[in-house]
T-cell receptor
Framework: GAVVSQHPSWVICKSGTSVKIECRSLDFQATTMFWYRQFPKQSLMLMATSNEGSKATYEQGVEKDKFLINHASLTLSTLTVTSAHPEDSSFYIC??????????????FGNGTRLTVT | GENVEQHPSTLSVQEGDSAVIKCTYSDSASNYFPWYKQELGKRPQLIIDIRSNVGEKKDQRIAVTLNKTAKHFSLHITETQPEDSAVYFCAAQSGGGADGLTFGKGTHLIIQP
């Protein structure tokens, strides 16, 4: 089955530093990748949609200058949390799809990254 | 944009009984409805999905029904087992996969032994 690898699985950083999270599709080409954030005991909230070779589309309320997304290839997307603050502490999960036109393909999720900002 | 409502937020059933989780969506253009199971600290796992051209789908103890007219869909788990305990999320998607999923708020399913 389709595998999405996300790295790191957890990270602790100091306030004001930046953290990069990688999301790789291992055995398929991910036309589109999505980044979600999940606070404890809450649902997954879509942050942005990342299309290979173009700028990411951010959901309302998500700061694009704070959450930098790069989708340089069909198998890799990165999320960089810049100048992290304690309120950015959360579980970040990427997902990828081998979307084919008008046919919805299942999303495959990475294992998530637990970010703790001290 | 799409809005997905999910009920109940917590569901406790006796082992062996059935569990039903219901979701409604707002965007009539949504055409794909997956259900995910998430255990604590782990990624969501797709357990079943249904597309808008189908009214019902079944996979062993799990079934999903979709009513496009009423814009609601439900997850049915029969003969529940302890390992079914988890948080379940419904979701809706449109745009042929180009749009991200909109998730419901989740249902914490507890299977009582």
């Amino acid at each position: 089955g389709a595998v999405v690898s996300q790295h790191p699985s957890w990270v602790i950083c100091k306030s004001g530093t930046s953290v990069k999270i990688e999301c790789r599709s291992l055995d398929f080409q991910a036309t589109t990748m999505f980044w979600y954030r999940q606070f404890p005991k809450q649902s997954l909230m879509l942050m942005a949609t990342s299309n290979e070779g173009s700028k990411a589309t951010y959901e309302q309320g998500v700061e694009k200058d704070k959450f930098l997304i790069n989708h340089a290839s069909l198998t890799l997307s990165t999320l960089t949390v810049t100048s992290a603050h304690p309120e950015d502490s959360s579980f970040y999960i990427c997902s990828a799809t081998e979307s084919r036109g008008s046919y919805n393909s299942p999303l495959h999720f990475g294992n998530g990254t637990r970010l703790t900002v001290t | 944009g799409e809005n997905v409502e999910q009920h109940p937020s917590t569901l406790s059933v006796q082992e062996g009984d059935s569990a039903v989780i219901k979701c409604t969506y707002s965007d009539s253009a949504s055409n794909y409805f997956p259900w995910y199971k998430q255990e604590l600290g782990k990624r969501p796992q797709l357990i079943i999905d249904i597309r808008s051209n189908v009214g019902e789908k079944k996979d062993q103890r799990i079934a999903v029904t979709l009513n496009k007219t009423a814009k609601h869909f439900s997850l049915h788990i029969t003969e529940t087992q302890p390992e079914d305990s988890a948080v379940y999320f419904c979701a809706a998607q449109s745009g042929g996969g180009a749009d991200g999923l909109t998730f419901g708020k989740g249902t914490h399913l507890i299977i009582q032994p």
